[in-house]
T-cell receptor
Framework: DGGITQSPKYLFRKEGQNVTLSCEQN?????MYWYRQDPGQGLRLIYY???????QKGDIAEGYSVSREKKESFPLTVTSAQKNPTAFYLC?????????????FGPGTRLTVL | QKEVEQNSGPLSVPEGAIASLNCTYSDRVSQSFFWYRQYSGKSPELIMS????GDKEDGRFTAQLNKASQYVSLLIRDSQPSDSATYLC???????????FGKGTMLLVSP
């Protein structure tokens, strides 16, 4: 059963803590993406990776870090430098590029700072 | 980077009516567009891709692309309460393999 999984579904973080969100896909897609969604807002791109061992900053990369050691996995770390991390985090993947960049989303992780 | 504009709504329609959702974009180069549906508390789901001028139909959904006027629309025929969701329009950013998303239009279909 192909798809994208994200874990955990809900995550609570204390001030000053780093937390890592997991994203795994078995669709054999080359590209993977991390977005953040705040209430009433659109999707904002944090980081993306088009190939293993390579990734690029998106529009709001400050306070976040990623790695892409395997094609299937693209974990996101929310560091203590991210001052307002409470949001809905979405991971996506795509097999296409350019105009054929259909992205498919995982179920998301809802992060709350206590 | 492209700008993608959508009316935030909510757009309210009665069950059985046609719902019309619109999206305008700033870049004349855009060749393709994607429509996503997002239920409250859930992740976006791709429901339609359109790559050329004109209409594309898929079941009750029709996407219309007008490159000259720089807008794309999504028509939902025979709207159902289960269509109540936020609909996001997305446009590829040429050369970057990324998408720019609109903020979405909330659709409410009343029984």
């Amino acid at each position: 059963d192909g798809g994208i999984t994200q874990s955990p579904k809900y995550l609570f973080r204390k001030e000053g803590q780093n937390v890592t969100l997991s994203c795994e896909q078995n669709l054999n897609h080359d590209a993977m993406y991390w977005y953040r969604q705040d209430p009433g807002q659109g999707l904002r791109l944090i980081y993306y990776s088009q190939i293993v061992n390579d990734f690029q900053k998106g529009d709001i990369a400050e306070g976040y870090s990623v790695s892409r050691e395997k094609k299937e996995s693209f974990p996101l770390t929310v560091t203590s430098a991210q001052k307002n991390p409470t949001a809905f985090y979405l991971c996506a993947s795509s097999s296409g590029t350019g105009d054929y960049n259909e992205q498919f989303f995982g179920p998301g992780t809802r992060l709350t700072v206590l | 980077q492209k700008e993608v504009e959508q009316n935030s709504g909510p757009l309210s329609v009665p069950e059985g009516a046609i719902a019309s959702l619109n999206c305008t974009y700033s870049d004349r180069v855009s060749q393709s567009f994607f429509w996503y549906r997002q239920y409250s508390g859930k992740s976006p789901e791709l429901i339609m891709s359109i790559y050329s001028n004109g209409d594309k139909e898929d079941g009750r959904f029709t996407a219309q692309l007008n490159k000259a006027s720089q807008y794309v629309s999504l028509l939902i025929r025979d709207s159902q309460p289960s269509d109540s969701a936020t609909y996001l329009c997305a446009v590829p950013n040429s050369g970057y393999s990324t998408l720019t998303f609109g903020k979405g239009t909330m659709l409410l279909v009343s029984p």
